[in-house]
């Protein structure tokens, strides 16, 4: 099973932006990654997902247009740029193998969460 490690968080101030990444060891193109997110009390939210750059990728209405979800397949790193932050983009972000149909990648995690990764803090404050 892959084991997820996310970076990138930090402290910005409303407006900022932030550029998180994700990586694992022994991912591969043929897995497809989702950007997920939770804030304190509240449910999980699934932010978007790529299988490949020229594929189906979705995106919460929360975040698009300001968040872009890339991948780079030689380095097997999935990214997640965050422009043009809010505070109630506050939380813990995660990024986790997802559900694959036709090929395509859904926000449907592959594996529960507590198989997943620490995930990595964003705070949006002044």
């Known amino acids: 099973q892959l084991q997820f490690v996310e970076s990138g968080g930090g402290l910005v101030q409303p407006g900022g932006s932030l550029r998180l990444s994700c990586t694992a060891s022994?991912?591969?193109?043929?897995?497809?990654i989702g950007w997920f997110r939770q804030a304190l009390g509240k449910e999980r939210e699934a932010i978007s997902c790529?299988?490949?750059?020229?594929?189906?990728?979705p995106y919460a209405e929360s975040v698009k247009g300001r968040f872009t979800i890339g991948r780079h397949n030689a380095n097997d790193t999935v990214y997640l740029q965050m422009n043009s932050l809010k505070p109630e983009d506050t939380a813990v972000y995660y990024c986790?193998?997802?559900?694959?149909?036709?090929?395509?990648?859904?926000?449907?995690?592959?594996?529960?969460?507590?198989?997943w990764g620490q995930g990595t803090q964003v705070t949006v404050s002044s």
């Open positions: 790529i299988k490949n750059r020229d594929g189906y990728i």
């Open positions: 986790a193998a997802v559900r694959q149909v036709y090929g395509q990648c859904t926000l449907q995690p592959l594996y529960p969460q507590n198989y």
């Open positions: 022994g991912l591969t193109s043929d897995y497809a």
